[in-house]
């Protein structure tokens, strides 16, 4: 089966500078997907950032991206710039190719935590 | 108005009580999904269907039931509730590989 893991329970950073949150995972698959889920305090559940893994360039979106090591099964995320509004949960999440199933696998989640 | 919507947002219940969750979606999504999140643990997935004639086990199905009455909807059930069970629940429909979830009924069972 597959494994997601976030090693990183709690993270801090001053605002306006950059964050890395690390995730790893496990998977004997070629091909699949990844994605970060952002849950601020309202608990909703909101997609950030998504990477398919045949494609080898990073996905970015705005001040977020990605940086996918396929080898090393690594997928971690970068903000930039952070704001006030980033602080939230940050779950990393896999999703096996198979057609039409769109069932993920999360990590355990990394609270992210902006210092004004 | 959401997409995704799941009633109750919140519940209070006492062990060995059935309680209903439910969940309506007007994405038009064939797939809908039940995951249960609790802290430190992220989101498992509780049971999923792919249409209204096709229900599946989830990796902890164990406690639950659930009922796709219409595409539009789709309930999970506790027959008989266990403190273990207290923990924020969401309903989900997926299309073209992505996710669309509610905004979660959070259950306390006491």
């Known amino acids: 089966a597959q494994t997601v893991t976030q090693s990183q329970p709690e993270m801090s950073v001053q605002e306006a500078e950059t964050v890395t949150l690390s995730c790893t995972y496990d998977?004997?698959?070629?091909?699949?997907?990844l994605f970060w889920y952002k849950q601020p305090p309202s608990r909703q559940m909101i997609l950030v950032i998504r990477?398919?893994?045949?494609?080898?360039q990073n996905a970015t979106e705005n001040r977020f991206s990605v940086n996918f090591q396929k080898a090393a099964k690594s997928f971690s995320l970068k903000i930039s710039d952070s704001q006030l509004g980033d602080a939230a949960m940050y779950f990393c999440?896999?999703?096996?190719?198979?057609?039409?199933?769109?069932?993920?696998?999360f990590g355990t989640g990394t609270r992210l935590t902006i210092i004004p | 108005d959401a997409d995704v919507t799941q009633t109750p947002r919140n519940r209070i219940t006492k062990t060995g009580k059935r309680i209903m969750l439910e969940c309506s979606q007007t994405?038009?999504?064939?797939?809908m999904y039940w995951y249960r999140q609790d802290p430190g643990l992220g989101l498992r997935l509780i049971y999923y269907?792919?249409?209204?004639?096709?229900?599946n086990k989830g990796e902890i199905s164990d406690g639950y039931s659930v009922s796709r009455q219409a595409q539009a909807k789709f309930s999970l059930s506790l027959e008989s509730a266990i403190p273990n069970q207290t923990a924020l629940y969401f309903c989900?429909?997926?299309?073209?590989?992505?996710?669309?979830f509610g905004s979660g009924t959070q259950l306390s069972v006491l």
């Open positions: 989900a429909t997926s299309d073209e590989g992505k996710l669309f």
């Open positions: 998977t004997s698959e070629s091909d699949y997907y």
């Open positions: 990477q398919e893994a045949y494609k080898q």
């Open positions: 999440a896999y999703r096996a190719p198979n057609f039409g199933n769109e069932k993920l696998t």
């Open positions: 994405k038009g999504h064939d797939r």
């Open positions: 269907s792919f249409d209204v004639k096709d229900i």
